[in-house]
């Protein structure tokens, strides 16, 4: 199985991205301090780095990997990781990756909106440019609520505190689209993780880091806030407590997630770094399923899922 795991809180603004990385031991895992991911070329170059000495590598980043199915199948591409290796560069495909900045400007091959907010914005306006039924067809199934989880936003909308288009835009074109091209496979669209882990290999999944807290004991209750470093230092004991259960090693990252992720350690940023890495080491150890559907194959090259969901 894969032997070292990374996992980044990604953001569209660079010095927002943390990165958390988590190597195999002879007893278990042992998990470095929180820091920052820097230049994104360098940090795949990083990750490629560590593949090429025969290392098994999973790196998780929480930003949308996939398209909803109501969307992708709309284009001409046939599957998520076709398409993404086209757009912005196939014939007519040129401002993909340019958020619209009016309606009228929203069509199938620049389906990001609205790139600021103005008077009289609203949702009707994806539907309509994208020719779907409803909002709820640009939301793909992992995504969706059900289970204490609110449903996520549409990747296509790019306005409000949980948009995550704008992530996803810089994700695709820092991080997966090049990693394809230089070999790397994705998760699941490429195969199971015990699969892609049978020999030496770079993979890409999609994380979620709000469903780590309840993984690790350690949800945020009503009235309390990650953004806030004294509720972050609640949820010590509780991470601590999952690390020594598992024999998992954190003693670099332990004064740290003691002190709450004070801000001159990135905060909620390096705290969701971290604890989304762990939820990965749930994931490889099996507590955790890789995920919890299995889609139809109609969706799935289109959709993806969410590690660990």
């Known amino acids: 199985m894969f032997n070292i795991l990374y996992h980044a809180d990604w953001s569209m603004h660079a010095n927002k ?25 360098l940090f795949l170059d990083e990750l490629f780095e560590k593949k090429s000495r025969g290392n098994r590598v999973l790196a ?41 900045e009016s309606a009228a400007e929203v069509t199938l091959k620049r389906p990001f909106f609205p790139h600021r907010s103005f008077r009289g914005v609203r949702r009707d306006s994806l539907v309509a440019g994208l020719g779907v039924e ?12 059900g289970n204490g989880r609110r449903a996520a936003c549409s990747l296509f909308w790019t306005l409000g505190a949980n ?14 689209r090049p990693a394809l091209k230089g070999g790397a496979l994705l998760w699941p669209f490429a195969g199971q993780l015990e699969d892609l882990a049978s020999h030496a290999c770079l993979v890409i999944a999609e994380t979620y880091p709000a469903d780590a807290y309840a ?16 509720d972050r230092q609640k949820k010590a004991e509780a991470i601590l407590r999952w690390a020594r259960e598992r024999k998992v090693c954190l003693h670099a990252a332990e004064n740290v997630v003691r002190r709450g992720f004070d801000e001159s350690e990135g905060g909620e940023d390096a705290f969701d770094a971290l604890v989304g890495l762990l939820a990965m080491i749930s994931v490889i150890k099996k507590d955790l399923a890789e995920a919890s559907v299995v889609l139809p194959p109609s969706s799935a090259v289109w959709e993806g899922w969410i590690l660990g969901r």
């Open 17 to 41: 991205r943390w990165v958390a990385c988590a190597t195999r031991t002879v007893e278990n895992w042992t998990v470095d301090v929180p820091r920052k991911v820097g230049v994104a070329e």
């Open 60 to 100: 998780g980043f929480d930003f949308p990997i996939g398209v909803p199915l109501a969307y992708g199948s709309k284009t001409c591409f046939g599957s998520f990781q076709k398409a993404l290796l086209a757009f912005g560069n196939a014939p007519g495909w040129d401002n993909f990756f340019a958020v619209a």
């Open 134 to 145: 409803s909002f709820s067809d640009l939301i793909r199934k992992c995504e969706k609520g």
């Open 163 to 176: 948009q995550v288009g704008k992530g996803a835009l810089t994700g695709w074109q820092e991080i997966v």
């Open 215 to 230: 993984c690790l004991g350690a949800s945020f209750r009503h009235g309390e806030s990650k953004r806030r470093q004294e």
